[in-house]
């Protein structure tokens, strides 16, 4: 028996906003939508992707579960990704090489350092 990663699910009061923000930020293609799913992947075949579904409450706690980046250019991707209207939150998680931000609802991902040779 095998498992292969299809996608993560992210629970969304807006999917086809916060879907469409995602695809943008990360240039992924979108492969399906519809008023309460829209699926993101990096490309049409493959996976795994990001498949944002209607929910009808916000966000009201830290993450369980968040995405990690690690960029070329750490301090080029925060600039870059807070022009396309993330935000830098504080976490508790004090003084680290990576930075958190998060998404239009408030969602946590972290973009990282560089990686250690």
Request: proline fraction near 4%; charge should be negative.
């Amino acid at each position: 028996m095998s498992l292969e990663w299809e996608q993560v699910i992210v629970h969304s009061v807006d999917p086809v906003a916060l879907g469409q923000w995602w695809a943008d930020a990360l240039g992924w293609v979108v492969v399906h939508s519809s008023e309460d799913e829209f699926e993101i992947r990096p490309a049409a075949d493959r996976v795994p992707g990001l498949d944002f579904v209607r929910i009808g409450e916000v966000k009201q706690a830290k993450s369980r579960l968040h995405l990690d980046f690690r960029p070329d250019d750490q301090d080029a991707e925060v600039a870059r990704m807070e022009a396309h209207g993330a935000k830098r939150v504080d976490i508790g998680q004090g003084n680290q090489s990576w930075v958190v931000m998060a998404d239009p609802e408030g969602n946590e991902f972290c973009i990282l350092g560089q990686r250690r040779q």
